[in-house]
């Protein structure tokens, strides 16, 4: 069965900083590219950040460039997502992705972050 699990989210304060973390079983998390997706009422769920599966590359959007850094730990099947100098717009709730191919991709359930002002 794969599972990807989503943790850390909650409410914090504008300015404030969070750390998500997904770990997944299931499947040979170490031959997937893991991904951010966020997602907030009315609006497409976007690309946050993006990691290849050995950790040698990385992407972000341009709204959390410089703010967010996404890390992986292949020994311990998971992903993180260090959130810092959080806006209120940062709000949403936000996913975990694996992907190997076009046919071969997995979501988590999600986990809300909440910035408040």
């Known amino acids: 069965q794969v599972q990807l699990v989503e943790s850390g989210g909650g409410l914090v304060q504008p300015g404030g900083s969070l750390r998500l973390s997904c770990t997944a079983s299931?499947?040979?998390?170490?031959?997937?590219?893991m991904s951010w997706y966020r997602q907030v009422p009315g609006k497409e769920r976007e690309l946050v950040a993006r990691?290849?599966?050995?950790?040698?590359?990385?992407n972000y959007a341009d709204s959390v460039k410089r703010r967010f850094t996404i890390s992986r730990d292949n020994a311990k099947n998971t992903v993180y997502l260090q959130m810092n100098s959080l806006k209120p717009e940062d709000t949403a709730v936000y996913y975990c992705?694996?992907?190997?191919?076009?046919?071969?991709?997995?979501w988590g359930q999600g986990t809300q972050v909440t910035v408040s002002s």
């Open positions: 992705k694996a992907d190997r191919t076009y046919y071969l991709y997995h």
């Open positions: 299931g499947f040979t998390f170490s031959s997937y590219a």
């Open positions: 990691i290849t599966n050995t950790g040698g590359s990385k």
